[in-house]
Each structure stands twice: as structure tokens, then as C-alpha cells.
């Protein structure tokens, strides 16, 4: 099983709506991700954590704010969005856990949660 | 700070032919170099990985290589198929971190 799954598939959120992204693997992978992803553009890392820590803060504002409840949970909440905010959320994975048996620093992407800011 | 870039862009190619995507990167420490396919409005798939002790891996159609020395990895692709068409992005990690390129938007026509 290869698969990292996100919810809700598209939101449409208003400027001073709280709403949450959520992101789950049981691939036994130690690191997530969060990228952000405008259109035709490459993503863009947002966050890592590594063994639930979070490791990695790509100087995000803080009106996104991660959250890693356990190894195969990943959350992002979202508050007081600006519309420029409107993109994908992609969350990923990367290989190397106990339990999977891949190649080391392979990285599993999710589908994406679309994000709409009005 | 690590860069990549992909060349070329764009591609527009009719069904059948073999494709070659490059990828640069600047920073020859890198650990791995990972090929993906993303879909418009999508994820991405995870093609190929190349470690930085490998040459060259293959899936099925697809070639990767990998030439550290020159900064260089090229994604090979045989007897292209409209069901190819996608974008691809590679990208390098150092470690956690991984820098993506561009992509290149390919078009395999009927």
C-alpha cells in the first residue's frame, strides 16, 4: 500500500473561517510533508516533520499551522486566509519507515486538497 | 541554495516517438533524484528514484539516468502514448528537504 490520502478534497473558505486539511499514511513512513502548489507551478515546501517533531518551517505565516497528532496523522490548520492563500495542498510522505521496506528518501504525494479563499 | 531547473518547458510530440526531459540541479551533494508525473489538478505519482550511488533505473517505458559529476538526470521515455501526456517535475534532495524543478508539460498527440 503506496497511499497517502487527504481531506476534504476541495474547500471553499472564507477570510475569516477556521478550517482544517488533514493528511494520513500507514506506510510506517517517520516524515511529512506539507507543499503548496500554484498553478503551473512546481510545489513549494511548507512544512516537515520527521518522527512527529516538526523539523522544517519554510518561513510560512502564521495563519497555516501544522500539527502531527501521531506517525500517520498530519493536519494543517487554516485561519484568517487572504486569497492569495488559493492554491493545492499537497502532503506527502517519504519512504523509510519500519514497516515499509522501500527505498530510502522515496516520497509518496497525496492527491491534493484544492483551496479556495474568497 | 539548491536549484533545478528542466528543460525544455513544453513538449508537443506525436504518438509514438521516444522522448528525453532533462533535469539540472547545482548541488552536488545531492542524495537521490526523484522523477514524477502530475496530471492536471492532481497529485503526484512517483515515476523513478535515483540514488546517488546509481547510474540509471528503469520502469517499464521509462529510463532515468544520473550524472552527478555534470549536475545532469535525464528521463527517458519509449514509444510515447497520448496517456503520457502529463507534466514532469524532477526533484533532488539533500536530505528532508526536496527541490522540485519546474516540470515539463508534455503533449503526445493521436
Known sequence: DTEVTQTPKHLVMGM???????????????????????????????????????????SVPSRFSPECPNSSLLNLHLHALQPEDSALYLCASRAGGIR??????????????RLTVL | ????????????????????????????????LQWFRQDPGKGLTSLLLIQSSQREQTSGRLNASLDKSSGRSTLYIAASQPGDSATYLCAQTTGQNFVFGPGTRLSVLP
Open chain 1, 100 to 113: 515499509s521496506g522501500r527505498t530510502p528518501n522515496e516520497q509518496f504525494f497525496g492527491p491534493g486538497t
Open chain 1, 16 to 58: 475569516t473561517n477556521k478550517k482544517s486539511l488533514k493528511c494520513e499514511q500507514h506506510m510506517g513512513h517517520r516524515a511529512m510533508y506539507w507543499y503548496k502548489q500554484k498553478a503551473k507551478k512546481p510545489p513549494e515546501l511548507m512544512f516537515v516533520y520527521s518522527y512527529e517533531k516538526l523539523s522544517i518551517n519554510e
Open chain 2, 1 to 32: 541554495k539548491q536549484e533545478v531547473t528542466q528543460i525544455p518547458a513544453a513538449l508537443s510530440v506525436p504518438e509514438g516517438e521516444n522522448l528525453v526531459l532533462n533535469c539540472s540541479f547545482t548541488d552536488s551533494a545531492i542524495y537521490n
